[in-house]
């Protein structure tokens, strides 16, 4: 389709407020669980920017709210720039579309239709029934990527779970000793502050808590906020003053049903905010970890970061759980047969039944590379 000049100005314009929703949206990734991230903008009816806000909470005003107050009356005849399709139900707040139809806004563009079915293409129909101008899909693919944890959990209740790795360049992730600590550098470590910084929860094996007695937290990053904790320890192997409970953020201790009372009281006498998850079906020592996920997917979770080790991360590569999987890659090589492959799993022997991924994203960070890759 040919496009003339004034149209092309206009998806210009369009696609420049819609990057600075995103942008909006951006700064409250983590924080609105379970609902989505969401910038609006609106402009008045010369196309002067003259309101702004983004959701900062569950509960909290939705981002069209806070843009359509801030532009007070400028909104008549004006413009609604957000990122997710407006709402229309009655949830903790009230519909925007309401709010929208009584501000005389002539036209709304959003980025892509909430996954929602309460408001999936209801509040685009609300608004055109009143005469509002709508237009979808602008820089579609990009609004569903920033809201992916919550399309995955509106669509299916499951979390969103990225594995994360940190590799020499001849695939190890720790020496036979199982030192683990320092394989990728400094640049890297700080990314993983801000993956830890975005996502709801933070998962590990007891074997990792163990060996390296991490703490899990988000540190030097302003404004931040700690994720849920989510240890995998169905024999109760970790210490109870290890790094990771020493903490007060929230931390799910996923275990047995049968262990002592006594037992289960010696983790929880340093944590007040330690709660189990006790699984009744334990089969040959191992969970089922989609129930696991149900279950977090239950208590508002919608996206983890697993930090695993080969066990773990066969288990979940092999599992087809994984939705991502960031690789840190550090120009060293170990060299040593003895040392841990980023990937523990059953003999293969066949290639062609290899787990396949692609390749998604790519930077170089500090001396490092990290790839993001999906399942094929
Ligand atoms: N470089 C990196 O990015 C990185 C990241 C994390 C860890 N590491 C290193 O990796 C090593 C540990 O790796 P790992 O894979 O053995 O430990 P892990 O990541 O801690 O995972 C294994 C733990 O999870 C449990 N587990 C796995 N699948 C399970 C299932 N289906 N049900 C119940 N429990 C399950 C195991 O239980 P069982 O003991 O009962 O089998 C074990 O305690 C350490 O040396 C650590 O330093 C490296």
């Excluded at 399309?151 to 001849?170: E, G, H, I, R, Y």
Aim: aromatic content about 8%.
């Amino acid at each position: 389709m040919q496009i003339n000049q004034e149209q092309f100005n206009d998806i210009t314009q369009a696609e420049y407020y819609m990057r600075e929703c995103f942008e909006l949206a951006k700064k409250s990734l983590g924080r609105t669980s379970p609902n989505p991230v969401v910038g609006a903008i609106i402009l008045d009816k010369n196309g002067f920017p003259s309101g702004k806000g983004y959701h900062k909470a569950a509960g909290a005003e939705h981002a069209e709210v806070i843009a359509i107050r801030e532009a007070g009356e400028k909104t008549k005849g004006g413009t609604l720039i957000v990122n997710l399709e407006p709402c229309c139900h009655e949830g903790r707040t009230p519909p925007c579309t309401e709010l929208i139809i009584q501000s005389q806004i002539r036209e709304v563009i959003f980025s892509c239709h909430d996954a929602n079915p309460l408001v999936h293409k209801k509040g685009e129909g609300i608004l055109l029934k009143n005469n509002i101008k709508v237009y979808s899909c602008v820089l579609e693919s990009e609004g569903i990527e920033l809201n992916k944890f919550f399309f995955k959990w509106v669509k299916s209740k499951l979390p969103w779970v990225t594995l994360k790795q940190a590799q020499t360049l001849d695939g190890k992730v720790a020496l036979s000793n199982k030192q683990s600590k320092w394989i990728s550098g400094e640049f890297s470590g700080k990314e993983v502050h801000n993956l830890r910084n975005i996502y709801d929860a933070v998962l590990a094996g007891a074997r990792t808590v163990e060996i390296d007695n991490p703490e899990l937290t988000v540190r030097g990053i302003k404004n931040s906020r700690n994720p849920a904790r989510v240890i995998i320890d169905l024999n109760l192997i970790t210490k109870p003053d290890s790094n990771i409970y020493k903490n007060d953020s929230v931390i799910y201790l996923v275990t047995r049903a049968d262990h002592s009372r006594d037992k289960l009281d010696n983790y929880l006498r340093l944590n007040n905010n330690l709660k189990f998850i006790q699984f009744p079906e334990v089969t040959k020592g191992k969970i089922n970890f989609k129930h696991l996920f149900e279950e977090l997917g239950k208590k508002d979770i919608l996206s983890i970061l697993v930090e695993a080790g080969p066990n773990l991360a066969g288990e979940l590569i092999s599992g087809g759980l994984v939705d991502e999987y960031i690789l840190f890659i550090a120009p060293k090589i170990f060299g040593d047969s003895t040392a841990l492959s980023s990937v523990q799993m059953k003999p293969l022997d066949n290639i062609e039944n290899s787990y396949e991924f692609r390749l998604f994203d790519y930077k170089s960070i500090g001396n490092d590379l990290m790839l993001s890759l999906r399942p094929k």
